[in-house]
């Protein structure tokens, strides 16, 4: 994410709702993002599959890099040292707000 300066609203008057309605929205957009951030980096990759250099767009350019990680295999740890693991296991406890969309009821036909 860039160091641009962004504006922030005001919300000395805004409401629970209002703020949790804007979480929403970001979040869904934050979904969505994500979803065309990954078709195009498929379509990259299966359109141009030796792509081994940077891509320069109009607006954006693009490192092609190979990456290594090496990570732990907690799963495989558990099973093969399952006293080990309790012992060094431990539990956070932290805050967490969930949203979800709500659904308008469907209204009654008048007949």
């Given at each position: ?30 979904k ?76 009654k036909?008048?007949?």
């Amino acid at each position: 994410m860039s160091r641009e300066k962004r504006i922030l609203p005001k919300l000395d008057n805004a409401t629970p709702g209002f703020i949790v309605d804007e979480l929403g929205k970001a979040r869904e957009q934050e979904k969505e993002a994500k979803f065309w951030a990954g078709f195009y980096k498929d379509q990259l990759r299966a359109k141009f599959p030796n792509l081994t250099e940077d891509v320069m767009g109009e607006v954006y350019c693009a490192d092609v890099v190979e990456v290594v990680q090496e990570r732990f295999d907690t799963e495989r740890f558990k099973a093969d040292y399952p006293e080990l693991y309790q012992e060094y296991k431990k539990t956070v406890e932290f805050e967490q707000v969930k949203t979800s969309k709500i659904v308008p009821k469907p209204k009654k036909d008048k007949k």
